[in-house]
Nanobody, 119 residues
Framework: QVQLVESGGGLVQAGGSLRLSCAAS????????MGWYLQAPGKQRELVAQISSGGSTNYADSVKGRFTISRDNAKNSVDLQMNSLKPEDTALYYC?????????????WGQGTQVTVSS
């Protein structure tokens, strides 16, 4: 079992920055990809950014050039640096971590952290 704890959300003005952090803990696990999704009110959860264990990254078009994802494999943590924030970035942000159990893929989720960008 993997537990994910997020931090760093909050209220910021448009154009500002926030840094989200997520730390994974548990026993006897191996984490593969990690990343972040967002869910705005009344909308489906969507991918923001992901990073492989080898450091390859992928971003949603809406955040390219503004957000940067990074991870520390030794600490099993992933961060999301968010710059030039826009009101439309307002959402609940969820960290996730992918693992496997035998041949079965598993995805673990954090509890979510709120990001609110005021205009």
């Amino acid at each position: 079992q993997v537990q994910l704890v997020e931090s760093g959300g909050g209220l910021v003005q448009a154009g500002g920055s926030l840094r989200l952090s997520c730390a994974a803990s548990g026993s006897s696990f191996s984490i593969n990809a990690m990343g972040w999704y967002l869910q705005a009110p009344g909308k489906q959860r969507e991918l923001v950014a992901q990073i492989s264990s080898g450091g390859s990254t992928n971003y949603a078009d809406s955040v390219k050039g503004r957000f940067t994802i990074s991870r520390d494999n030794a600490k099993n943590s992933v961060d999301l640096q968010m710059n030039s924030l826009k009101p439309e970035d307002t959402a609940l942000y969820y960290c996730y971590a992918d693992s496997v159990s035998g041949s079965y893929p598993l995805r673990y989720w954090g509890q979510g952290t709120q990001v609110t960008v005021s205009s």
